[in-house]
């Protein structure tokens, strides 16, 4: 009988524990997702303003995006909250993710134009045309080229680019990996 009144109390004992520490364990996950939420938002506006800043220049301008301090331009940390993001980039927008163990946490800003995200490699062959291309040229090069993906710690530039569109000099920004 003292063994049965013995074995209870242990199991209720144990109970409470496993509750305890499970109020703990979602809190600390609600806070992590909140300051990676806070840590992401800052960043991606930071980005954003940043490119948007180039887009309002009218001139020859490139701006180097690094990550801890391993170059002269823009430094990015390569971790929030100890864990790796993913940035993604569209013509009108970037993203920042953290694929944490139970939530998907993500911020998002928007540029005030749109912006290219043509590779080195059609950089090159463009220049040596000296950025002359038409309007379907150019709109086909954004259908093609109209996503970037990539994980923190991969530096990046943007470029406010000289093209000669149809005839017309206009100033186009790009962004590509470094």
């Known amino acids: 009988m003292m063994l049965d009144w013995f074995y209870s109390k242990f199991m209720v004992t144990i109970t409470v524990?496993?509750?305890?520490?499970?109020?703990?364990?979602?809190?600390?996950?609600?806070?992590?997702?909140?300051?990676?939420?806070?840590?992401?938002?800052?960043?991606?506006?930071?980005?954003?303003?940043k490119i948007n800043s180039i887009e309002s220049i009218q001139g020859n301008v490139t701006l180097n995006f690094y990550f801890n301090g391993s170059g002269t331009g823009i430094t990015l940390p390569s971790t929030?909250?100890?864990?790796?993001?993913?940035?993604?980039?569209?013509q009108n927008f970037v993203v920042l993710?953290?694929?944490?163990?139970?939530?998907?946490?993500?911020?998002?800003?928007?540029?005030?134009?749109?912006?290219h995200l043509y590779p080195q490699s059609e950089l090159s062959q463009l220049s040596a045309n000296n950025?002359?291309?038409?309007?379907?040229?150019?709109?086909?090069?954004?259908?093609?080229?109209?996503?970037?993906?990539?994980?923190?710690?991969?530096?990046?530039?943007?470029?406010?680019?000289p093209f000669i569109i149809d005839g017309k000099l206009i100033y186009e920004t790009n962004l590509c990996l470094s």
């Not at 163990?101 to 005030?112: C, D, E, I, R, T």
């Not at 950025?131 to 093609?144: F, Q």
């Open 97 to 115: 993710s953290i694929d944490n163990y139970f939530v998907k946490v993500s911020s998002s800003s928007l540029f005030s134009n749109e912006i």
């Open 131 to 161: 950025y002359a291309i038409t309007l379907k040229e150019l709109h086909a090069l954004d259908s093609k080229y109209n996503i970037l993906i990539f994980k923190s710690g991969t530096n990046f530039q943007v470029s406010q680019i």
């Open 17 to 49: 524990f496993i509750i305890i520490f499970s109020v703990f364990g979602i809190t600390y996950i609600y806070q992590s997702n909140t300051l990676s939420t806070y840590a992401l938002n800052t960043l991606s506006n930071t980005i954003a303003q």
């Open 80 to 90: 929030i909250n100890g864990a790796s993001y993913t940035i993604l980039f569209t």
